[in-house]
């Protein structure tokens, strides 16, 4: 079970990065460099906050030049060194930037202002007034009104910021919080939601999993067969050797263990008969058989 644990301990480490690379320093000093990424027509665009290394955040991110406001590319792409501007205008606030680019290279600093409507959305709402930190962390994730309006409409719990947040990260809109209402998983609660979107759990997955023979998997089961990576193929390859249908929480004791129809068989052969599922875990935590 370690292995589960890790991953599911990594998603959450993931989303806390997500909202302190963004909140750990102060926003009154913000600098920015621009890049190609990597030949995919966007920029790479990384803002730094703070000043001391222990005092540092990091945001970093890809973006159409279209959502960089007043870029001037040709500017940007050309020879020499020349002034450059551009804005990233998002419902929590403005991010204004100047400095200079060239030869495909920009750096400057950049000035945030907090949008007064979206944070009266949030306490309208019930969320609370963000202060400035936070609304550069919601700028930066680009949390938006629909998201609350699609959150009130599936009547989840009024979100707190810090769970805002992730949410905006992970990109969860309206289309997949009813797409897994319709699958029939609705997760119970906002923290479910977060893990589900976070491991990559949507409607699509969920019908693999029935045909996998789970159906009736519970949400904390498909959880548990998502972060283990637990595929048709490993099933089959159980299937093969007579052990059909297995419950879920064998299926991830065996993949923690790294068991194998290999594995099995070998044991079934020192045993003379089918070894049963706990016999083969302690097999493999007790290093018996190699």
């Known amino acids: 079970m370690n292995r589960f644990v890790a991953l599911i301990g990594a998603v959450f480490l993931t989303m806390i ?11 009154d000093l913000i600098r920015f460099t621009l890049e190609p990424k990597d030949g995919s027509g966007l920029v790479q665009a990384n803002f730094r906050t703070g000043e001391a290394p222990r005092h540092q955040s990091n945001w970093s991110s890809g973006f159409a030049p279209s959502e960089l406001a007043g870029l001037d590319l040709a500017a940007f792409r050309a020879a020499g060194s020349r002034p450059l501007a551009f804005a990233l205008n998002r419902e929590a606030g403005r991010l204004d930037c100047v400095g200079r680019g060239g030869e495909s290279y920009a750096h400057g600093d950049c000035r945030f202002t907090p949008n007064p ?3 009266q959305l949030l306490q309208s709402r019930g969320i609370g007034r963000p202060t400035e930190k936070e609304a550069f962390t919601l700028m930066a994730v680009n949390a938006t009104r629909a998201l609350i309006d699609a959150l009130a409409a599936a009547r989840y719990p009024t979100p707190s910021i810090d769970k805002l947040v992730p949410l905006a990260a992970l990109d969860v809109d309206a289309a997949y919080i009813a797409g897994m209402a319709r699958a029939g998983y609705r997760p119970e609660d906002l923290g479910a939601l977060i893990q589900f979107k976070a491991l990559g759990i949507d409607p699509a997955w969920v019908g693999q999993v029935r045909r996998m023979g789970y159906a009736e998997a519970s949400s904390g089961e498909l959880v548990q067969l998502k972060a283990l990576d637990i595929t048709p193929e490993f099933i089959a390859g159980f299937e093969r ?7 879920v929480s064998q299926l991830v004791q065996l993949r923690a263990l ?3 129809p290999e594995f099995v068989q070998k044991v079934a052969a020192m045993s003379g008969d089918t070894a049963d599922v706990g016999k083969v875990v302690q097999a493999k935590a007790l290093g018996l058989v190699r």
Not at 17 to 27: E, F, G, I
Not at 241 to 247: A, K, Q, V
């Open 17 to 27: 990065s997500v909202a302190s690379a963004c909140t750990a320093a102060p926003v």
């Open 117 to 119: 409507a979206f944070a």
């Open 241 to 247: 050797i007579g052990y059909r249908h297995l419950p």
């Open 258 to 260: 790294d068991i194998t």
